[in-house]
């Protein structure tokens, strides 16, 4: 599905933006899938509901109704004129004769046949009121989305970035991916997650993703130039942001320093260096694939460092620390600058997964 950027770049632009229809299918809020057995089921016992409602009204008021065949109006003879009646075939077989049994008729039983043909047609309706709720869903979301993260690509690199943050205890509901593939998107929205069809190229598509009020932005494109257009636009967009983004050259590292990339994670040479690790001391690798993988054995985390701890130096601590981050530089350990630890430094420790 493909939609005019160019039209929508003026609108979004504004405080409101496109309006919720017309993002329908482009921007995906997901929700719980209930059976499509339960729902079936659910519209046959309203159906039978609204048929036993109806015979009951005309049982109660039989004297005010006529048979063709016979004078009585028996219990089998209110079900079945309730059923020709929601059914609106109408034989004309029994009939309201009575200023009563034609009242109750207007005000009862016209209302339970719209309510009967609305079960009917059910199947039409709940399309379209799919749309309509989707609609509404996602201008409230983009009305109260704020301190997410926006995932651009839903390749092995985003699905990964996105299960080690899942790992670490965040919502499914705070993580929206970005992607062009209809595939992907829809493997993500079965996850949970957020979505947005289209190019992270373009700005306004970044803008659907709500970037501008985003805390982070993970870029795991395929390709290095995609990369670094994607965080040029998305850093245009936003400047509070952390960018970080993915490539497989080192030599285009500066490129994505340049564009506003926070950190630059290179997958080639990292792949290569465990692959050269594994041929000499393979255990090696392994704890680095278990410091990696936030939901078991050890993790890497960052946390504040407490009052009690504020001149101390962090080789002395209960926890193992690896580095110190002051003033937003990290710092390892080790570094006479980071004997004394200061109110406000932040500290990068191994803790046990839980």
Not at 133 to 143: E, S
Not at 209 to 229: E, F, H, K, P
Not at 326 to 336: C, D, F, I, Q, S
Request: hydrophobic share 45%.
């Amino acid at each position: 599905m493909s939609l005019r950027f160019a039209d929508l770049g003026s609108r979004a632009r504004g405080a409101a933006g496109p309006p919720g229809f017309a993002l329908v299918g482009l921007l995906r809020i997901p929700e719980v899938q209930n059976s499509p057995w339960i729902s079936l089921f659910r519209r046959v016992l309203f159906a039978i509901g609204l048929l036993c409602a109806a015979s009951i009204v005309v049982y109660l008021g039989r004297d005010g109704y006529r048979d063709g065949a016979d004078d009585s109006v028996t219990l089998l003879d209110a079900f079945y004129y309730a059923t020709v009646s929601l059914s609106t075939t109408g034989y004309g077989d029994i009939t309201p004769v009575t200023p009563s049994a034609r009242l109750v008729n207007i005000f009862v039983i016209t209302p339970l046949r719209v309510l009967f043909l609305i079960v009917l047609v059910g199947t039409t309706l709940a399309v379209l009121t799919e749309r309509s709720r989707q609609a509404l869903k996602i201008q409230r979301w983009r009305r109260t989305v704020r301190n997410h993260t926006v995932v651009v690509g839903y390749g092995t690199k985003g699905r990964t970035a996105i299960d080690a943050m899942l790992g670490d205890g965040v919502q499914p509901a705070d993580i929206v991916v970005v992607d062009m593939d209809a595939v992907s998107l829809e493997a993500a929205s079965t996850a949970g997650l957020v979505t947005v069809h289209g190019s992270a190229t373009q700005s306004d598509v970044l803008r659907l993703a709500g970037v501008q009020n985003a805390s982070s932005v993970i870029v795991a494109t395929n390709r290095d130039d995609t990369a670094v257009l994607v965080t040029l636009t998305a850093r245009e967009l936003t400047k509070k942001a952390k960018i970080v983004a993915s490539i497989r050259e080192s030599e285009n590292t500066h490129l994505l320093r340049q564009s506003g990339a926070d950190s630059v994670v290179v997958s080639s040479e990292t792949t290569g260096r465990l692959l050269g690790i594994a041929t000499t001391t393979p255990s090696v690798v392994e704890m680095m694939e278990d410091l990696l993988t936030p939901e078991h054995g050890f993790a890497v985390a960052e946390r504040d460092v407490e009052p009690g701890e504020v001149g101390g130096s962090p080789r002395h601590l209960s926890d193992i620390v690896l580095g110190v981050v002051r003033a937003g530089e990290l710092v390892r350990v080790g570094e006479p600058e980071v004997d004394a630890l200061e109110s406000g430094d932040k500290l990068l420790y191994i803790r046990r997964a839980r």
